[in-house]
């Protein structure tokens, strides 16, 4: 299926960034002689989705839904207390989140930096002697990309690890194979190569049954959509869904194509 995301632990129990930008971090610890205070730095589609619904709920502070998906979930943006920003700008970090008050463009969250590393003026920068570094020196880990795939050019799901969202709105579907495929269309799968997404993906056939008839769960975290994950499968009742592709074609019989 192709791309990946490289999270690299940036120790001290901060959590994890994308590769570059975990070096970038690396290099302000050093500059600063300590650790930076992070509050928040890469999240998961579920940590995201904690936000969005919070958002949902509260109008703040702002947050994506977690299919867009946001930097936070790319590993290239942070929330910290600690603003040296004169500092952070010099490594490529800059605070992003303005909106208009009162007609004039004003910082809403100054807590929360995104990396640039085409304006990081140390990227380059030799490592130190002994290849020290404030940073916990770990493995990175390798997520599979979401894709956007068209089962037997009629259904669109798109697909995460151990998540799946069925799109049964036309504009919905076609927005979401440009967000997430690298050459904005559909994947086309047929039988053979959904039930390989699904190993791929994790995916079991009761999800997307579930999505399919809008018994999963919705943007609200609510049972009764077509959104699923691990972390809210257990409120699902899968007694008397597909367990098999032969289950899920059943299904898929009653549930209109998407155009387009």
């Not at 970038?24 to 205070?37: K, N, V």
Request: contains cysteine.
């Amino acid at each position: 299926m192709g791309g990946t995301l490289s999270k690299t632990d940036i120790g001290h129990g901060r959590g994890w960034l994308e590769t570059e930008a975990a070096k970038s971090q690396a290099r302000i610890d050093r500059a600063l002689g300590h650790p930076q205070q992070i509050t928040e730095a890469g999240r998961s589609w579920e940590q995201q989705n904690a936000h969005w619904l919070t958002f949902l709920r509260y109008g703040k502070p702002i947050a994506l839904h977690p299919d867009t998906p946001s930097v936070h979930q790319k590993g290239r943006a942070k929330d910290t207390d600690e603003r040296n920003v004169a500092l952070m700008n010099e490594h490529g970090w800059f605070q992003t989140v303005y909106r208009t008050v009162n007609g004039r463009r004003t910082l809403v969250e100054p807590w929360h930096f995104e990396y640039f590393p085409e304006r990081d003026k140390h990227r380059n920068d030799p490592a130190p002697a002994g290849g020290k570094t404030t940073a916990a020196a770990i493995t990175t880990l390798e997520e599979p990309a979401m894709r956007t795939i068209r089962w037997n050019g009629k259904h669109v799901f798109t697909f995460g690890e151990e998540k799946v969202s069925h799109q049964d709105v036309p504009v919905d579907a076609i927005n979401a194979a440009i967000i997430h495929n690298p050459d904005q269309k559909y994947l086309e799968l047929d039988d053979a190569g959904l039930t390989t997404a699904l190993k791929t993906f994790g995916v079991p056939w009761s999800a997307l049954d579930a999505c399919m008839r809008g018994l999963a769960y919705d943007i609200s975290g609510a049972v009764g959509g077509r959104y699923w994950s691990r972390a809210v499968e257990q409120k699902i009742d899968t007694s008397q869904l597909a367990q098999t592709i032969a289950g899920l074609q059943k299904t898929a019989a009653s549930v209109p194509a998407v155009e387009g």
